[in-house]
C-alpha cells in the first residue's frame, strides 16, 4: 500500500516512525510518504494560506500549492503507474486514460462535515492500494481544489467525531494507525484483530495478566480455571454486557444471526434489568417532583 500525507506541519506526522507502525513501513508493508505543503509555495514567504472572498474570520489554504502537491502525489501513484504498464513511464495521457476508466487513487480530506470514521471503514481502506491524505489548517482549503481533485482522485470528506481539531494531522494519525494495522503482516499477533473491540460487532471482553490478586481486587476464577470452553463463553457474554451498558445502538443495530441461544437469554436478562431500572429511576424522578411541589405549596 502506498500513502501520501500533504501538511504544512510534517512533523506532526513523526509517531508513523515508532512502534508497529514504524515497524511496518521498515519491512515494506506499506510505502509512507509526507510531503511540506509549503515545498509548493514559490513565494519569499512560502505562503499557503490567504484570506476568504466575501469576508469573514480566518485564512483559507491557497489553491496552487495544493494542486502542484496532489500532481505530485498524483505523478508517484502506483494505481496510475499500473494502468501504464509495469515497465512504461507514467505520462499525462496515460494518466488522464487511466482516471477516465475510473482507475483513481483515493483521496481523504479530514472535515467534520464528512463521513464517520468507524472500524468497517477501516477493514475497507486497508484494501486500498493507495490512499492521499490532505489535513487542512486555518478555515479550510479552497473549495476549487476539492472540485478539481474530483477529476484525478476519488475524494472521500471523512470525519473522525463530531467536534473540531486546530487542523487535521491529528485526524490522520487516528486512521492511518486504524488502517495500517490491518494490513497483513503489520500485526505482532494477527489473532489480536479477531478479538479487539468493534471486530464482530461487540465491545473487547476484559482482560488481566499477573498477579491474580492486586490491591484487594480478583481476577474472574473462570479466567484460572483452565476450562477453555467456559472462559470462551464468559468473555462472550461480558462482551455482551460492556456493549450493551457502554453502547446500547451496536446491540440494537444487531442483525438477529449474531446472536446464539445463550446470548438471547443474556440479552433477555438484560433488557429485563434495564427497565426495571428505568422504572425506577422515572419513579424517583416522580418522587422528587412531587416533594419540590409540596414545597412550593407551603411557601
Do not use: C
Request: charged content about 25%.
Amino acid at each position: 500500500m502506498r500513502i501520501d500525507v500533504i501538511s504544512i506541519f510534517p512533523d506532526y506526522l513523526a509517531p508513523l516512525e515508532l512502534s508497529l507502525l514504524g515497524k511496518a513501513r521498515q519491512e515494506g508493508l506499506v510505502d509512507v510518504q509526507i510531503h511540506n505543503l509549503r515545498d509548493f509555495a514559490f513565494d519569499r514567504h512560502k505562503t499557503v494560506d490567504d484570506t476568504p472572498y466575501g469576508g469573514g474570520a480566518g485564512m483559507v489554504m491557497k489553491a496552487e500549492p495544493w494542486g502542484l502537491a496532489l500532481d505530485r502525489v498524483l505523478a508517484q501513484s502506483p494505481v496510475l503507474q499500473s494502468s501504464a504498464g509495469a515497465d512504461q513511464p507514467q505520462d499525462d495521457a496515460a494518466a488522464a486514460s487511466a482516471r477516465a476508466e475510473g482507475e483513481k487513487p483515493l483521496l481523504i480530506v479530514p472535515s467534520p462535515a464528512g463521513t464517520v470514521f468507524n472500524q468497517q471503514l477501516a477493514y475497507e481502506l486497508a484494501q486500498e492500494e493507495h490512499i492521499a491524505f490532505a489535513p487542512a489548517r486555518y478555515e479550510g482549503i479552497d473549495e476549487r481544489v476539492l472540485d478539481w481533485s474530483e477529476e484525478s482522485f476519488r475524494v472521500m470528506p471523512v470525519s473522525i467525531g463530531d467536534y473540531v481539531l486546530y487542523g487535521g494531522e491529528v485526524a490522520v494519525m487516528v486512521m492511518l494507525e486504524a488502517i495500517i494495522r490491518l494490513i497483513p503482516g503489520a500485526m505482532g499477533n494477527p489473532e489480536s484483530l479477531a478479538e479487539e473491540s468493534h471486530t464482530g460487532g461487540l465491545l473487547e471482553y476484559p482482560v488481566y495478566t499477573k498477579p491474580a490478586q492486586w490491591r484487594g481486587r480478583e481476577v474472574p476464577e473462570i479466567l484460572l480455571s483452565g476450562n477453555h470452553g467456559a472462559i470462551a463463553r464468559w468473555r462472550r457474554d461480558e462482551q455482551i454486557k460492556r456493549t450493551f451498558s457502554r453502547r446500547y445502538d451496536m446491540i440494537a443495530s444487531a442483525s438477529d444471526e449474531m446472536w446464539d441461544k445463550k446470548d438471547r437469554k443474556l440479552l433477555i436478562e438484560l433488557r429485563t434489568e434495564r427497565k426495571k431500572q428505568l422504572r425506577a429511576a422515572k419513579q424517583a424522578q416522580q418522587l422528587q417532583q412531587e416533594e419540590e411541589n409540596q414545597q412550593e405549596q407551603a411557601r
